[in-house]
């Protein structure tokens, strides 16, 4: 055994028993037992005369029930050697199969969560209660049991990973180039030139005010408004960073994933509403965003509709149809003559891209009326009789199976008597287009203009469900505010087409 001058060099005084020597000349000498009983000696220490006295093993709780005095050594030292937040190599050392959570755990809430912090709650060296409550022999079973259980686990468990050295904190370690996720900071931050002004400032004690007067110098409000002006730079720095981690910028290659399925007109909508972000969090700015795509393709379907309309297209399928038709039509060549001098030389029009389907389509999609959805009416193609454009009138029930549309008899009109009909055509009734047939034949007997009608078909359905779609004669003719016969040919036409049910 090597021998020095405060005992054996390979002694760790924490971790063995140990034998010190109690006379005065050797002051803090220890030697392990077999130095003891070989009878070593060094300078001034003579075993035969000097009187010793033995030191047990520091395995004793000091601050917490299942933590020993060695091992809280062994974890401060860990924590100095391999530093805070290495919790894995701190275990290791500390040894007794303690876990990196473990550790991490233990010392936060010994040392960090303390009221005396740095300092433990237990740091004072007369507090004896936890020894009173667990003696050492008790203590060290309950050791030895724990290393025990450990070890055998160990043994029955899968072999675990090799350890990979952890990345880097640099700035190419990340799929944002410039970004070190070690330190949330990126290598060239915003305002990255602030802090050269303030690099080489210095504040001594008693620096700044004049010893005579007692008032700040200018040179020190001048440092003063330097370092406002560097605190102002760091906040809108903090502020920009968290509106990166709270929108999830970072994730560079998610959200282009999700860009991708957008079209051309909902990214630039996007784009637009982007400095909203800076004022809202990740889920308020979802549901703006989502409302105003939503909205865009409203108004796309409504566009798309309207010139169906001029088109004189009268039904969804139909509407679908002349889409294709559309886009088959734009992707075929044009056509050149045969003493066209240019047409060797003139560019052939590039195809137009195939539109891949969006959230517009959804909107006009022969599957739009959802009243069909909710009664569960099994898909059947629509049979139009219609010639003119999808009108206003139209009842969900025109897409209704044959079967239930010839079932149903149709309604005769009375004519007023003594009155003849009157003659509607679309320059005399320019609301004509939004009436079906039977209500254009209702018009015309009832001698009623388009528009007047609608206002009274408006009418008459808002007050129908108030009362949950029954409505008395009586208040139709309230109502409609026209002739008694009038009101009452109207109200029998509607119950008629399913519009209003009798009270």
Same mark, same amino acid.
């Given at each position: 055994?090597?021998?020095?001058?405060?005992?054996?060099?390979?002694?760790?005084?924490?971790?063995?028993?140990?034998?010190?020597?109690a006379?005065?000349?050797?002051?803090?000498?220890?030697?392990?037992?077999?130095?003891? $009983?070989?009878?070593?000696?060094?300078?001034?220490?003579?075993?035969?005369?000097?009187?010793?006295?033995?030191?047990?093993?520091?395995?004793?709780p000091?601050?917490?029930?299942?933590?020993?005095?060695?091992?809280?050594?062994?974890?401060? =030292?860990?924590?100095?050697?391999?530093?805070? !937040?290495?919790?894995?190599?701190?275990?290791?050392?500390?040894? !007794?199969?303690?876990?990196?959570?473990?550790?991490?755990?233990?010392?936060?809430?010994?040392?960090? =969560?303390?009221?005396?912090?740095?300092?433990?709650?237990?740091?004072?060296?007369?507090d004896?209660?936890?020894?009173?409550?667990?003696?050492?022999?008790?203590?060290? $079973?309950?050791?030895?049991?724990?290393?025990?259980?450990?070890?055998?686990?160990?043994?029955?468990?899968?072999?675990?990973?090799?350890?990979?050295?952890?990345?880097?904190?640099?700035?190419?370690?990340?799929?944002?180039?410039?970004?070190?996720? !070690?330190?949330?900071?990126?290598? +060239?931050?915003?305002?990255?030139?602030?802090?050269?002004?303030?690099?080489?400032?210095?504040f001594?004690?008693?620096?700044?005010?004049?010893?005579?007067?007692?008032?700040?110098?200018?040179?020190?409000?001048?440092?003063?408004?330097?370092?406002?002006?560097?605190?102002?730079?760091? +906040?809108?720095?903090?502020?920009?960073?968290?509106? &990166?981690?709270?929108?999830g910028l970072?994730?560079?290659?998610?959200?282009? $994933?999700h860009?991708k399925?957008?079209?051309?007109?909902?990214?630039?909508?996007?784009?637009?509403?982007?400095?909203?972000?800076?004022?809202?969090?990740?889920?308020?700015?979802?549901?703006?965003? *989502?409302g105003?795509?939503?909205?865009?393709?409203?108004?796309?379907?409504?566009?798309?509709?309207?010139d169906?309309? *001029?088109?004189?297209?009268?039904d969804?399928?139909?509407?679908?149809?002349?889409?294709?038709?559309?886009?088959?039509?734009?992707?075929?060549?044009?056509?050149?003559?045969?003493?066209?001098?240019?047409?060797?030389?003139? @560019?052939?029009?590039? $195809?137009?891209p195939?539109?891949?389907?969006?959230?517009?389509?959804?909107? &006009?999609?022969?599957?739009l009326? =959802?009243?069909?959805?909710?009664? *569960?009416?099994?898909?059947?193609?629509?049979?139009?009789?219609?010639?003119g454009?999808?009108?206003? !009138?139209t009842?969900?029930?025109?897409?209704? @199976?044959?079967k239930?549309?010839?079932?149903?008899?149709?309604?005769?009109?009375?004519?007023?008597?003594?009155m003849?009909?009157?003659?509607?055509?679309?320059?005399?009734?320019?609301?004509?287009h939004?009436?079906?047939?039977?209500?254009?034949?209702?018009?015309?007997?009832?001698?009623?203009? @388009?528009?007047?009608?609608l206002?009274?078909?408006?009418?008459?359905i808002?007050?129908?469900?108030?009362?949950?779609?029954?409505?008395?004669?009586?208040?139709?003719?309230e109502?409609?505010?026209?002739?008694?016969?009038?009101?009452?040919?109207?109200?029998?036409?509607?119950?008629?087409?399913?519009?209003?049910?009798?009270?």
């Open positions: 055994m090597l021998i020095v001058n405060g005992g054996c060099a390979h002694l760790y005084p924490s971790l063995q028993v140990r034998i010190r020597c006379n005065p000349v050797c002051n803090d000498y220890d030697l392990c037992v077999p130095c003891f $009983a070989n009878g070593l000696t060094s300078r001034d220490h003579d075993p035969q005369t000097h009187s010793y006295s033995v030191i047990e093993q520091h395995s004793i000091i601050y917490t029930k299942d933590w020993g005095a060695d091992e809280e050594m062994l974890l401060l =030292e860990g924590a100095e050697v391999y530093g805070l !937040g290495s919790w894995a190599d701190i275990a290791d050392h500390i040894g !007794g199969y303690r876990t990196k959570e473990e550790v991490r755990d233990h010392y936060i809430k010994t040392y960090i =969560e303390s009221s005396k912090f740095p300092l433990a709650e237990r740091a004072d060296p007369k004896t209660s936890l020894l009173e409550e667990v003696p050492r022999e008790k203590f060290q $079973a309950r050791k030895k049991r724990r290393i025990e259980e450990r070890k055998e686990a160990a043994k029955t468990a899968p072999p675990a990973a090799p350890k990979q050295k952890p990345t880097a904190s640099v700035p190419a370690c990340h799929e944002v180039q410039g970004y070190m996720p !070690g330190r949330m900071e990126f290598e +060239t931050e915003f305002a990255n030139e602030a802090e050269e002004a303030v690099q080489h400032m210095q001594d004690p008693g620096d700044g005010i004049n010893t005579r007067t007692g008032e700040v110098e200018p040179e020190m409000e001048l440092k003063m408004v330097v370092m406002d002006i560097y605190n102002a730079r760091l +906040t809108s720095r903090a502020e920009r960073k968290k509106v &990166i981690f709270e929108h970072l994730e560079y290659r998610k959200n282009a $994933a860009d399925k957008r079209t051309k007109e909902e990214r630039d909508l996007l784009t637009k509403a982007k400095p909203f972000a800076r004022m809202m969090n990740h889920a308020d700015f979802n549901d703006l965003t *989502q105003l795509e939503y909205e865009h393709n409203l108004r796309q379907a409504i566009s798309q509709l309207q169906w309309r *001029q088109m004189r297209i009268g969804l399928k139909s509407g679908e149809k002349y889409e294709s038709e559309k886009q088959t039509r734009a992707q075929r060549p044009a056509p050149t003559g045969t003493f066209d001098r240019l047409a060797g030389v003139r @560019p052939s029009k590039p $195809a137009p195939i539109e891949t389907p969006s959230a517009t389509t959804a909107l &006009i999609a022969p599957e009326p =959802e009243r069909l959805k909710v009664q *569960q009416i099994p898909p059947t193609p629509a049979i139009s009789t219609m010639k454009p999808l009108t206003n !009138g009842s969900n029930t025109h897409n209704l @199976p044959t239930d549309a010839n079932s149903k008899p149709q309604y005769s009109i009375v004519p007023l008597s003594g003849p009909p009157l003659k509607l055509t679309h320059e005399n009734a320019m609301d004509l939004l009436l079906t047939k039977e209500e254009a034949e209702l018009c015309s007997v009832l001698r009623i203009m @388009p528009k007047p009608y206002v009274i078909k408006e009418g008459l808002k007050e129908a469900m108030k009362t949950g779609g029954g409505l008395k004669r009586k208040v139709a003719r109502v409609c505010k026209i002739d008694v016969t009038k009101s009452g040919r109207i109200f029998d036409f509607f119950v008629h087409s399913g519009w209003i049910q009798k009270a």
